[in-house]
């Protein structure tokens, strides 16, 4: 029994060894849990003591602070108003998450009265110094806190105030960089203070109707002249630079990173009328360009005319200086064959006066011959008496006679006898005419033959 008892009081005594055991690894653990953390990267943490000190960590790793509390914050925080976001959604303490607060477009209104929902981030850094984050936090004491009372307010008015400094038209325009660069400065340096102002405009160009036949094209101008436009002004200080409303955020060390306008998206008049707008633009472009293309066709149709002109002319030309470069051919070449035929008449009548000159010398040259033989003759005909042409003659006379009696026909038998004598042919008949044409001759060349001396 006395056994049992005292195995009852050990066990006893185990158990309640391991129950404080139990507890005071409890109290061990609860302890470790509220007396270190992790600190992330990307964060800045505030950390209060039991004691009563804060301390600023932000550097990554487990921190040791003794059953104290700490805040975390974003290093970098983004508001962003774009399609889809839920309204007002702030996100501070979400590691998942890339922008801290998310907003619907906001609605803004430009210059000239046309409302439009923009979408738009801005990108915020906390200071990451002692001095100036415990000041941020102690204004105001959690990343929602500075969310929802100071960057959220900030990016909306400003984002409002840069709309009323530039009209929807100017906007659409080709404005868009300008009021993006503007948003951005506006939100790291202050809003601007301006001034708005209704000033009439006159118009510079004059409208002239068509109603009124009897003016022609001088028609009388009609519509308005003058329009209202709204102009938003500068206030200038005493140094001569603008005038701004300071972010309050800057105060305790919060920058700028970026800003950006990421849509646009006016009212569904303001579309109708840019629309309207366009197609006019559109048409009168379409009207300027057929305008210019008619007056294209116009200046090729008389270009084209000029050329077919000149073609005309220049073909005209070029038979006319075919046709006159013949003709002058034809009038050198008839020039030119006068002149030969000229030249060849003046080198026949140079040639037969040549000739004729010849002629005459040869003539005067037969005649002298001529004389000079007569005289030659002459003075041997004086000096014999001619008689060489006499005993020429003579020799002649002789030379024919025999000549004739040598050819005459004889017969081959000749008969005669008697008194009466041969027959007609003989020779003695023959003789005997001979003899008498001698005896003739005789009578007729009856000269001297001696020389004179």
């Given at each position: 029994m006395s056994d049992a008892h005292t195995l009852l009081k050990s066990s006893s005594g185990l158990i309640a060894?391991?129950?404080?055991?139990?507890?005071?690894?409890?109290?061990?653990?609860?302890?470790m849990s509220k007396s270190f953390f992790y600190a992330e990267p990307g964060y800045i943490y505030h950390v209060r003591t039991v004691t009563g000190s804060e301390a600023v960590v932000t550097e990554v790793g487990y921190k040791f602070y003794p059953f104290g509390r700490y805040n975390s914050w974003k290093r970098a925080m983004t508001v962003q108003a774009s399609s889809g976001s839920s309204v007002n959604a702030i996100r501070a303490e979400k590691d998942s998450d890339n922008e801290s607060a998310s907003l619907p477009p906001l609605s803004i209104m430009f210059l000239d009265q046309v409302d439009a929902h923009a979408e738009a981030t801005v990108r915020f850094s906390i200071p990451s110094d002692?001095?100036?984050?415990?000041?941020?936090?102690?204004?105001?004491?959690?990343?929602?806190?500075l969310l929802r009372t100071a960057l959220l307010p900030a990016f909306k008015e400003t984002l409002q105030a840069n709309a009323s400094l530039m009209a929807a038209e100017e906007y659409y325009a080709g404005g868009r960089t300008e009021f993006n660069s503007e948003f951005e400065n506006?939100?790291?340096?202050?809003?601007?203070?301006?001034?708005?102002?209704?000033?009439?405009?006159?118009?510079?160009?004059?409208?002239?109707?068509?109603?009124?036949?009897?003016?022609?094209?001088?028609?009388e101008q009609y519509g308005e002249d003058s329009k209202t436009v709204f102009l938003?002004?500068?206030?200038?200080?005493?140094d001569g630079l603008p005038r701004r409303k300071s972010q309050r955020f800057t105060d305790f060390g919060i920058t700028v990173v970026s800003a950006l306008v990421t849509d646009m998206k006016p009212n569904q008049k303001f579309i109708e009328r840019m629309q309207l707008k366009q197609k006019a633009s559109a048409d009168r472009a379409i009207a300027r360009e057929q305008r210019v293309q008619e007056e294209e066709q116009r200046l090729l149709a008389i270009a084209r005319?000029?050329?077919?002109?000149?073609?005309?002319?220049?073909?005209?030309?070029?038979?006319?200086?075919?046709?006159?470069?013949?003709?002058?051919?034809?009038?050198?070449?008839?020039?030119?064959g006068a002149e030969k035929?000229?030249?060849e008449a003046a080198i026949s009548k140079e040639t037969a006066e040549i000739n004729l000159e010849k002629a005459r010398v040869e003539a005067e040259t037969r005649r002298t011959l001529a004389d000079a033989e007569a005289y030659q003759k002459e003075v041997i005909l004086q000096a014999d008496n001619a008689l060489a042409q006499k005993l020429e003659a003579?020799?002649?006379?002789?030379?024919?006679?025999a000549d004739a009696f040598a050819k005459r026909n004889v017969p081959t038998n000749v008969f005669g006898g008697g008194n009466g004598g041969a027959p007609v042919g003989n020779d003695a008949e023959t003789k005997a005419f001979m003899q008498m044409l001698t005896l003739d001759a005789a009578k007729r060349l009856n000269y001297d033959r001696e020389v004179t001396k």
């Open positions: 060894k391991a129950v404080v055991g139990v507890i005071v690894i409890l109290a061990l653990v609860y302890v002692e001095v100036s984050f415990l000041k941020l936090a102690h204004e105001y004491r959690s990343p929602e806190n506006q939100m790291s340096n202050g809003i601007f203070l301006v001034k708005r102002e209704e000033v009439s405009v006159r118009s510079t160009r004059s409208a002239s109707g068509s109603a009124n036949a009897a003016l022609g094209t001088e028609q938003v002004n500068k206030v200038i200080g005493p005319g000029e050329r077919e002109v000149a073609e005309r002319q220049a073909k005209a030309k070029v038979e006319q200086i075919q046709k006159t470069t013949e003709a002058e051919t034809d009038k050198q070449l008839a020039i030119t035929l000229k030249a003579e020799v002649q006379i002789q030379r024919l006679w």
